[in-house]
């Protein structure tokens, strides 16, 4: 992820306050509401004659940054910190922002009554990597409540705890640069120290970052890793035009913002940009962390979760495994019956001491060796093999409704790691909500606790029965003839798009005994489905389903109506008739995926 750096602060604060070429000032601006999103992240609802603005200011220690955002969606802030923004703050406006120093990444928000009255209130948003933090202090310097506190067993150099006077991060030591400095006082700096040209640049001065190193090394046509004495009369020019470009564009706020490969830019250095330059460096900088930080979410939720379904998979699997033991041992009660029948019939025949005894069956007439226990009788003997068969035959009937239900558990939470398996990677935030979804189902199903139970809060982030519905966002496809074929990404989707969406016109495709996604051909009334249609959706069913790397899979179809949920199963379980079956063949659903992919 690439960190906001002091080029892209000046950008956004040239931007804000009107500093920027052809931008006008957002300030002053009247606070109207704080809200904070999650444990790094708090939006402050702003009101100027014009618009009503929302600030972000993040401290996340990976995207720690500051830009205008859209309105975020109203639900209920337990932070404590917001809490007291929104105390402090109210009825203050937002009169200036400004970095304290101007090559330090730590922005003042000043908050006054009315502009040009004394600041009342600083909020400091320091951009610092996992040292970021968001601090709120008074007139008279003390700090009032930060984002997250540091104590003084953190650090002695700088505790953040209310009560204390705010001090300044510890200033950079690194020469200042300078537009005014010569060419060959620059070079001589640079090149002091032997060693990769890149690395010197970072070292040499404040300000700069690696990606601002690197994209300065590239515009000028030099490998970052070159050695800095490797490089010539013509390298060390060109790179020293990049440099003076770079300052002129912080004097001036000349600014271009744009997507790379990489991630963005605001200087226009962007050698292979992704998309023309965008005139909102705001949306730029909210669509590239949201993006970044759903990724991270995403691959970190979707690895929490495998985990916890193999873990439950593994104990149920082993439950199976004493089950069917159990079972087998139970099958055992008719030969215990038929022993204590034989020493009954037998008991002239007993001897004292006998460890065990041989008689004839009473149906094969087949000489049976029956164990004895020799400290007792016959008739104590046969008591005992009457108590073990009345022993097993109760286990049979209680064991078998137990394996029955681990059963369906298993074939449930498979399922489930089906779903979790084809959300390999993250595309869009359909993705994520995806993952969401599943999560709200293994919370309903009592595998997750609710988020509500450690947090003490009466509604849940997910999984509540109060809760709102999730999205529904299937994946779509388009058959050889052009019908939709719809696909759902896990279990709640599944329920809803087989007993909500499908028509009885539809067709409903299934991996035959296979824990995999419903899939839904959908057809306008009076169509018929070519078997190029059916075979494509067989195909995708073969896809998104445990057996998609097999060559072919087994894949039933029927109509809507033929599917039917068995009472109190959980989600995604169903039964159906009147099915009938195609060969799936996940290799050939790849194409319709590119082509959907492609089209998105």
Known sequence: MQPVDLTTLRAVLADLTGAAAGRDSWLPARVEWVQQTDLWTVVIG????????????????????????????????????????????????????????????????????????????????????????????????????????????????????????????????????????????WQERIALIPGP????????????????????????????????????????????????DWLTRLETGRFEPAPTPQGYTVLGWASRPVSPPTESLHQLLEDYYQAQLNREQFERERHRLLQKVSTLLKKLYQRREQFETMLAESTQAEASKRAADLLMAHLHLWRPGLHHIELPDFASGQTIKIPLDPEKNAILNAQAYYRKHRKQKRAQEAVRPLQEAVEQEIRYLEQVEASLQHLETYRDPQDLAALKGIETELIQQRYLESPARHSGTESSRMGSKHSPPQPFNPHRFTSPSGFPIWVGRNNLQNDQLTFRVAQEHDWWFHAQEIPGSHVLLRLPPGAVAESEDLQAAADLAAHFSRGRLSEQVPVVYTRPKWVFKPKGSPPGMVVYKQEQVLWGRPSRAQCLIASALAQH
């Open 46 to 185: 702003l009101r100027t004659l014009t618009a009503r603005p929302c600030l972000l200011l993040c401290w996340h220690p990976q995207a720690a940054r500051l830009h205008l955002c859209q309105p975020p969606a109203k639900e209920p802030d337990g932070f404590q910190f917001s809490q007291f923004l929104q105390r402090q703050l109210r009825g203050l406006a937002l009169t200036e922002l400004a970095l304290t120093d101007e090559w330090e990444r730590v922005i003042d928000c000043r908050f006054a009554p009315r502009p040009g009255d004394p600041p009342q209130r600083h909020l400091y948003l320091e951009v610092m990597g996992k040292h970021s933090n968001a601090i709120l202090v008074d007139e008279a310097g003390l700090i009032l409540a930060s984002g997250h506190g540091v104590s003084e067993r953190q650090s002695r150099v700088r505790p953040v705890q209310p009560g204390l006077p705010y001090e300044s991060p510890p200033a950079l030591t690194a020469p200042i640069p300078q537009r005014s400095e010569p060419f060959s006082s």
């Open 197 to 244: 040209i890149g690395q010197r640049l970072l070292h040499g001065y404040r300000g700069l970052s690696r990606h601002l190193v690197e994209a300065m090394c590239h515009q000028a046509g030099i490998p970052p890793q070159t050695p800095s004495d490797h490089l010539s009369v013509h390298d060390w020019q060109a790179l020293f035009a990049r440099w003076q």
